[in-house]
């Protein structure tokens, strides 16, 4: 809203929500954005370290308060691989590299580019998200075009793992060390994909070779013994 307010009244106005009794915020589901839609969000944002790293989490999933500890060392652009360090969020990681995509090659360069290390803070990502939708509704509106959907900026992070998703077909467990979170997350971050059984029916029905289904008792099966397995796999790194 302070984003909206910047962006179309005079700065020293008064902020009509101030005072205003704050609610509880009900969990919002994860959701994922089109490629397409990524990229209008993204082009319409001025260069800056905010946009570098909402750029790095659309490009790798690699979430903001990974990126605020990256320092040059850890980032290897000729090796294609940057190099996460521990985290204890949750039932927690070990540090290690990650392979990256082209895309996410590109995005990283701008990172360093801009001199990224450290990051910025949560507000001013937030802000540089919502001034980059804002900035591509008023494109979309001069060209009479529909409004872009209710965004914020960890849909990036779900966004990509939907598409790593779609991609790999159905491997969750892929999805889940890719975003470095336990196979149950994957299975929530990817709620926007489509379900890989339905996929293999439209591409029946349009003449295409349909692709093999995971079966949908091994996946919850991946989720439910999800602890045995990082916990083995920790021991292994170890």
Sequence with gaps: ?????????????????????????????????????????????????????????????????????????????????????????????????????????????????????????????????LRGVAAANRARAKKNLPLLPPARPYDLRHSFGTMAYAKSGGDFRAVAELLDCTVETALRYTMGAVPVRMQAVIDGLDGREPKAAKPRSRMKRMASQDGTVRKSEQNHVG
Aim: net charge positive; aromatic share 8%.
């Design 1 to 129: 809203l302070r984003a909206v307010l910047a962006e179309f009244l005079d700065e020293d106005a008064p902020n009509p929500t101030k005072g205003l009794t704050r609610y509880p915020e009900a969990d919002v589901e994860p959701r994922a954005l089109s490629p397409e839609v990524i990229s209008e969000i993204i082009d319409a944002m001025p260069p800056s370290k905010s946009r570098a790293m909402l750029k790095v989490m659309a490009a790798t999933g690699h979430p903001p308060e990974r990126q605020r500890k990256l320092v040059p060392l850890h980032v290897q652009l000729e090796q294609r691989r940057v190099f996460l360090v521990s985290r204890k969020k949750g039932k927690g990681t070990s540090g290690r590299w990650y392979a990256l995509t082209t895309e996410g090659v590109k995005a990283y360069r701008e990172f360093v580019d801009l001199h990224a290390w450290g990051g910025v803070t949560k507000e001013a990502l937030y802000t540089c998200f």
